[in-house]
Nanobody
């Protein structure tokens, strides 16, 4: 079994920053791609950013240049730095991990951007 523990969400004013973390633990032989998705009520979950085990990244157009995804392979942890936040970034953010043996989701962390 694999557990994903997310942290770092919260309330921030427009233009502010947050850093999300997601640590994977449990029966992990190897972690391949890691990523972040987000979801708002009534909408489908959407991709925010992904990063491969080699460090190649991919971003949604709406966050490119503002968000940065990184990972620490030794800690099986993925991070998402959110800068220049906008009200439309408000959502529950979920981390996603591919271990090769399965795909896993975090419990979600709320990010609210409001003045």
């Amino acid at each position: 079994q694999v557990q994903l523990v997310e942290s770092g969400g919260g309330l921030v004013q427009p233009g502010g920053s947050l850093r999300l973390s997601c640590a994977a633990s449990g029966s992990i032989f190897r972690v391949y791609a890691m990523g972040w998705y987000r979801q708002t009520p009534g909408k489908q979950r959407e991709l925010v950013a992904t990063i491969t085990s080699g460090g190649s990244t991919n971003y949604a157009y709406s966050v490119k240049g503002r968000f940065t995804i990184t990972r620490d392979n030794a800690k099986n942890t993925v991070y998402l730095q959110l800068n220049s936040l906008k009200p439309e970034d408000t959502a529950v953010y979920y981390c996603h991990v591919n271990t090769g043996a399965g795909y896993y989701w975090g419990q979600g962390t709320q990010v609210t951007v409001s003045s």
